[in-house]
């Protein structure tokens, strides 16, 4: 029940505290996670000409931000296994709050603002009872703890949610515990079963699809949505990585998933690996990166191939324009489609796995 | 003064782009690597599978095309880990050398054309668009020394698609190295980065950058794959998925993988290298001193050990030349390459 005294504090505080929103951080387009040439790790916010608007110092290597959706607030995951998150005020460059997994969970790298923006749900590990969860911590609470619910599959990576509240998980199967091979050491290759994942708004199992079990080694791991709501996911294979394997996975609910390949040649050179994925900016084609392979693969909506563009250590992806920017770990950001255009480059700043990209808000 | 300059440039790198801090040094590296490296390994291919193309129009039978066609395997192992440009473009590599083959898709494929008498063999342009699994090295070296298809005779569909394979090998190494050569060729988007004609490089660095990665992943490949694939684990060797092990070939292609990459380490390097001339040296006598052409020996412990060793002698090669190569010139292998999430 409310007492009078946290009411008067909570109408206190709405009337002096300055209510924020991106435009105090510059209105970024894009959030990313980089190194730079000194060895320290930040979070950048990007223009929509990929111009770096706002750099805040992360305490260790970043994987995946969750930005608010109007707040200027992210939450920067530590890699995987963190067991840490820290919630930048992008508008100060401040940490205002640390999240620390609870006993026996760890991040995955990825979360999720959900419910306006008040909740924020974190893939995690429960790696004492070897099953996936979605951890929920409140913002109107210091971002407390306040529940978790089950994913239906063994490390949920990436969630993603449709605009009827649906949430949408990637559960990538791969099974580490923080004690082994610091952490990162995978320990289920021959018995994984990745999966993606439907939840009602209210976490309950609506749908479930795995794929066959020639391709069980496939870990979904990253998720796009289209504006028409496809839901396109990208996959790295545990097994050999001369072998092939589609690493794109392209689905609407009710039907049956697409899996997309490249021809012969390109498949090979990605290298059975796709690190992040991302629909174009206008929707009409979707992108896989392979660090690995130094190349991106661009597909129709319909899973056909429609080419590869070269670029060494690409792995950031995020829709801008009708195509997409990329970045890399030697510091370029590139505008992406049939070929690419360097938009900025800053040389010692290696940027980390995943763009974010922000919604365009209302001025 | 060269060790100086070196030691002085990574902090360079922290400078805006806008100015960027190209040093001698690197361009030095840069030129000798591409004109001393690159365009001779391209000539060599073109050079070798022009020679193996007209070997095998006189005379299809495999005794008489085997020379030719190891001569043309060799080149290709001075080129093959230049995963770039020309080279990788339309899925060539993989076009030039199918390996690994894990479905076994080389020996059905062709045992199907051949049965089917595929007239796809005729048309060098519609041949050029034939499955990667009739094509190239791999498809010759069952055409030339497997019993399966090596009992052939002149003028017949076998002896017509030995002919093709090896005419369209020409074709791309033809193909390869115009384009590399070209005034606005590949060469040239190597040596000029963002000047160049078809800019790939923003900037020489990165050039430089992508050269050393192919220098850092050809010896992880023969690591991990050309010595990996056959000493399988201590319980299982697996030698017959060695690479060319047909054509009495694995030694001899780990042995001038790392002469190639050994020359286009000496190209790179600003300065003296002597830690990995030494690591280099030591790997390559072993692994000349294998007398082991197929890696038939791994079924063997003493034997698969003595490939193993190489593979562990490869990962010393690779930390000197972190040092001695990427260290100096400001470059290191993909940030998001070499780790995955």
Not at chain 2, 121 to 131: C, G, R, V
Not at chain 2, 171 to 184: V, Y
Request: proline residues 6%; aromatic residues 8%.
């Amino acid at each position: 029940m409310t007492s009078r005294r946290t009411f008067l504090k909570a109408a206190l505080a709405a009337t002096v505290v300055p209510r924020l929103s991106w435009a105090d951080a510059g209105s970024p387009a894009f959030l990313g996670a980089a190194k730079d040439a000194s060895g320290d790790y930040a979070l950048y916010g990007l223009d929509a000409q990929a111009q770096i608007l706002f750099r805040a110092p992360l305490p260790a290597r970043g994987h995946a931000a969750a930005a608010h959706p109007f707040k200027p607030e992210a939450v920067a995951f530590a890699r995987r296994p963190g067991t840490f998150a820290v919630v930048v005020n992008c508008a100060t460059g401040r940490i205002t709050h640390r999240l620390d997994a609870p006993e026996g969970r760890h991040f995955m790298g990825h979360g999720l603002f959900v419910e306006n923006g008040d909740l924020l749900l974190t893939p995690e590990n429960n790696y004492a009872e070897k099953k996936g969860i979605l951890g929920i911590w409140d913002r109107r609470k210091n971002y407390a703890r306040v529940g978790e619910v089950a994913t239906h599959g063994i490390g949920p990576h990436d969630v993603k949610q449709l605009s009827d509240g649906t949430l949408v998980v990637a559960n990538g199967g791969i099974f580490t515990h923080p004690d082994i091979g610091e952490g990162r050491q995978k320990l289920n290759i021959d018995v994984m079963e990745p999966s993606l994942v439907y939840l009602s708004s209210d976490y309950t199992l609506v749908e479930k699809h795995v794929l066959t079990p020639e391709l069980h080694k496939n870990s979904i791991r990253h998720l796009s949505l289209a504006p028409d709501e496809q839901v396109a996911f990208a996959m790295q294979w545990e097994g050999d990585e001369m072998d092939l394997v589609p690493l794109l996975g392209l689905h609407r609910r009710g039907e049956e998933v697409v899996l997309a390949e490249a021809d012969l040649g390109e498949q090979y050179a990605m290298k059975a690996y796709a690190g992040s994925v991302s629909h174009s900016g206008d929707g009409t084609e979707v992108a896989i990166s392979s660090p690995r392979g130094g190349r991106i693969h661009r597909f129709a909506p319909d899973g056909t191939f429609l080419g590869a563009v070269v670029r060494g250590d690409v792995c950031g992806l995020a829709p801008m324009g009708d195509g997409y920017l990329g970045s890399d770990g030697f510091g370029a950001l590139l505008a992406m489609k049939e070929d690419m255009r360097p938009l900025n480059a800053v040389p010692g700043l290696a940027w980390d796995n995943h763009l974010v990209a922000l919604p365009e808000l209302a001025a | 003064m060269r060790k100086l300059a070196a030691l002085c440039f990574p902090l360079m790198l922290a400078a805006p782009l806008a100015a960027d801090p190209l040093s001698d040094l690197l361009s030095e590296a840069l030129e000798r690597a591409v004109n001393e490296h690159t365009v001779p390994a391209v000539d060599h291919f073109d050079v070798a599978t022009a020679l193996l193309s007209d070997v095998a129009g006189d005379n299809c039978l495999p005794n008489a095309v085997k020379p030719a066609y190891n001569e043309a395997f060799d080149a290709w192992m001075g080129l093959q880990h230049l995963h770039l440009g020309p080279v990788e473009a339309n899925g060539r590599i993989l076009a030039i050398a199918f390996w690994p083959d894990k479905k076994g898709m080389i020996p059905r494929t062709l045992a199907g054309y051949i049965a089917d008498e595929d007239p796809v063999i005729e048309d060098p342009e519609e041949f050029a668009q034939a499955s990667i699994a009739v094509r190239g090295l791999f498809a010759l070296e069952y055409m030339l020394y497997d019993e399966q298809f090596n009992d052939y005779s002149e003028d017949s569909y076998s002896c017509h698609l030995v002919q093709a394979v090896a005419r369209d090998l020409h074709r791309m190494g033809a193909a390869i190295k115009a384009e590399w050569e070209a005034p606005d060729g590949f060469a040239q988007t190597l040596l000029l980065a963002g000047e160049a004609p078809h800019p790939l490089y923003l900037t020489r660095t990165e050039s430089v950058q992508a050269l050393y990665t192919m220098l850092t992943s050809s010896l992880e490949v023969t690591r991990d794959q050309r010595i990996g694939r056959p000493i399988g684990s201590f319980e299982k060797p697996r030698p017959t998925r060695a690479e060319a092990y047909r054509s009495d070939r694995a030694q001899r292609n780990v042995v001038l993988q790392l002469q190639a990459a050994r020359d286009l380490a000496r190209k790179l390097a600003p300065g003296e290298m002597p830690l990995a001339e030494a690591a280099f040296e030591k790997t390559i006598a072993l692994a000349e001193g294998l007398n082991d052409p197929g890696f038939a020996g791994v079924e063997d412990p003493m034997g698969r050990l003595k490939v193993e060793i190489i593979g562990q002698n490869i990962t010393t090669i690779l930390g000197h030349l972190a040092n001695e190569v990427g260290a100096p010139l400001g470059v290191s292998a993909g940030f998001n390459a070499s780790d995955g999430d």
